[in-house]
């Protein structure tokens, strides 16, 4: 089955710098990722989700790039801030799959001043 | 107003225990799961359902079951609670292009 590697488990970023979080999978038939955002103690937010192709999606201060030659999936914060200090997870599915998403294991982001 | 409500939010149970956890949509998804999530291990799916009345094994079902009565609900049972499913768990519905919406989370701690 699909199996995804997150990286690195624990980031910490200086406030207006930036950082990656990258992901990589096994499965080729994978087509829709996600990026999931967990605050201390909350539920998990829909960050972005992208599909298809080589893509850039951009959001508020962060940048979503995938690579599907390469099977990887990174996240890119931009210009980091103290709101962005949380848990991050990718997120992988086939394109008809009913057996919901297959998580990568996590990336706890603190952000200092 | 939150689309996915579970309850209780938290709870302590007992070794050899019944647990019941519930789930309440108002996305109007026919897709719901259940993820338990521990530290280290990311989420991993237990069960899962796509009608009412049927339900799906996850990836990690063992010594749980679940129930669909309704569209609405789904339920997460633990018949024998044991310190090992001591954690954190999700329930989620799923939208268009494999979208999963979840709810609050119940943390659940066997003693």
């Known amino acids: 089955g699909e199996q995804v590697e997150q990286r690195p488990p624990h980031l910490s970023v200086r406030e207006g710098d930036s950082a990656v979080i990258t992901c990589t999978y096994t499965d080729p038939n994978s087509y829709y990722f996600f990026w999931y955002k967990q605050e201390p103690g909350a539920s998990l937010q829909l960050l972005m989700k992208?599909?298809?192709?080589?893509e850039i999606n951009e959001g508020q201060g962060f940048t979503v790039l995938l690579n599907k030659k390469d099977k990887r999936l990174s996240l890119n914060l931009t210009a980091a801030h103290p709101g962005d200090s949380a848990a991050y997870f990718c997120?992988?599915?086939?394109?008809?799959?009913?057996?919901?998403?297959?998580f990568g294991l996590g990336t706890r982001v603190s952000v200092f001043p | 107003e939150a689309a996915v409500t579970q309850s209780p939010r938290s709870k302590v149970a007992v070794t050899g225990g019944k647990v019941t956890l519930s789930c309440h949509q108002t996305n109007n998804h026919d897709y719901m799961y259940w993820y338990r999530q521990d530290t280290g291990h990311g989420l991993r799916l237990i069960h899962y359902s796509y009608v009412a009345d049927s339900t799906e094994k996850g990836d990690i079902p063992d010594g749980y079951k679940a129930s669909r009565p309704s569209q609405e609900n789904f339920s997460l049972i633990l018949e024998l609670a044991s310190l090992s499913q001591t954690a954190v768990y999700f329930c989620?519905?799923?939208?268009?292009?494999?979208?999963?919406?979840f709810g609050a989370g119940t943390r659940l701690s066997v003693l």
């Open positions: 992208v599909f298809s192709s080589t």
């Open positions: 989620a519905t799923g939208g268009s292009q494999n979208t999963l919406y």
């Open positions: 997120a992988v599915s086939e394109r008809n799959y009913a057996q919901g998403l297959t």
